[in-house]
C-alpha cells in the first residue's frame, strides 16, 4: 500500500469516527442524556493506521443518572 493510499484509509477511518460520535450524541440526546465531552480523542487518530479511540468524557452527576436510568431500562426492556 502506497502512503496516499495509506493517509486516504486513515481518513475515511477518521471520517467514520466523527459520523459514530454525531450518532451517539443524537443517540444519547434521544435518550436525554446529553455528554458534552463526548470526542474523538485526537490522540488516537496519529501513524499510518490510527486506532481511533472515542472518548465518551465527563459529565455532571445529573447527566451520569440519567445514563445510569436509561441503561437500566433498556436491561429492563430485554
Do not use: W, Y
Amino acid at each position: 500500500m502506497t502512503t496516499t493510499e495509506r493517509r486516504e484509509t486513515a481518513v475515511e477511518t477518521i471520517k467514520h469516527a466523527e459520523e459514530v460520535v454525531a450518532l451517539l450524541r443524537e443517540g444519547f440526546l434521544k435518550a436525554g442524556v446529553k455528554l458534552p465531552s463526548l470526542r474523538i480523542d485526537a490522540a488516537s487518530c496519529v501513524g499510518e493506521t490510527p486506532a481511533i479511540l472515542v472518548d465518551l468524557g465527563r459529565c455532571n452527576m445529573e447527566a451520569a443518572t440519567r445514563l445510569a436510568q436509561v441503561l437500566e431500562e433498556k436491561a429492563a426492556a430485554s
